[in-house]
């Protein structure tokens, strides 16, 4: 943009934040080109020394997804050292049931998040130091934290809704109201859910009925409120997508035509 000033001169006008702006959300990946360096990496000399290097630069570019597989290590790591009643009490005391709720709901929201049940959770690590570092390094840290908290704290809140209702109309025993429910399922189905703007046309599409058949038929055999809860994650981390993508396209829009001002 140029403005004249009193003299005739130019004078210079601020950038606004908006001519630097760049959102994620309007990036798809390039599926065959992820698949020729895939390749290339296959019929390379150094399969192994090219792994490793991956690998560190997809994990150097994903903190918060590192830090929270760490966590869940520590946490096992706690259980297993202290006798199973003590483990039994300190997962209830974490847990999302309606009884903790309703006494320490923010604490017991963010606490759930970061424990596990049963033995060493390799999987969930995994998922975490792959799929979730994936969507990190796509989204930026504090984008995919918004994502993740979003799915684990709506879907929880839902959830716990239900179940006060069901409890009060005698719908389900009583008993569910101190039931241990921790982990980090929910806001991990909200990031997948999310991942499928990532994707461009016929990829995404496909992704979102996967998800969308895989949890409903979820719902649909085991019926638990968990299951309940995981479709209504992926619900969430979809609309929050859409929220995102078309606040993203609207900012950047605008940023176009202050450049050609």
């Given at each position: 943009m140029r403005v004249v000033g009193p003299a005739g001169e130019d004078v210079p006008v601020p950038a606004s934040v908006l001519t630097r702006y760049s959102?994620?959300?309007?990036?798809?990946?390039?599926?065959?080109?992820?698949?020729?360096v895939l390749r290339d990496w296959w019929h390379g000399p150094e399969r192994i020394s090219g792994a490793l290097r991956a690998a560190r630069h997809s994990l150097g570019g994903a903190p918060a997804s590192c830090a929270y597989a760490f966590t869940l290590f520590v946490t096992w790591w706690t259980l297993r050292g202290i006798s199973d009643h003590a483990g039994h009490k300190l997962i209830l005391s974490q847990s999302t049931n309606l009884h903790n709720m309703r006494r320490e709901p923010v604490q017991v929201l963010v606490a759930s998040a970061f424990?596990?049940?049963?033995?060493f959770p390799w999987m969930t690590i995994l998922e975490f130091l792959i799929v979730m570092a994936f969507a990190e390094r796509w989204l930026g840290t504090v984008r995919w934290i918004l994502v993740f908290a979003a799915g684990h704290v709506g879907a929880t809140l839902i959830v716990v809704t239900g179940i006060a209702y069901a409890v009060h109309h005698r719908l389900i025993p009583l008993k569910v109201v101190e039931a241990t429910d921790v982990g980090s399922s929910y806001g991990f189905s909200a990031v997948l859910a999310a991942l499928a703007f990532h994707l461009p046309g016929l990829a995404r599409i496909v992704w979102a009925v996967v998800l969308l058949v895989w949890f409903a038929l979820g719902v649909w055999r085991g019926r638990t409120f968990t299951d309940y809860g995981h479709l209504t994650a992926v619900l969430i981390g979809f609309a929050v997508g859409a929220i995102s993508l078309l606040l993203s396209r609207r900012l950047e829009s605008l940023r176009d035509r202050e450049r050609q001002a």
């Open positions: 959102s994620p959300w309007t990036r798809t990946v390039d599926i065959q080109a992820e698949l020729g424990w596990t049940e049963g033995g």
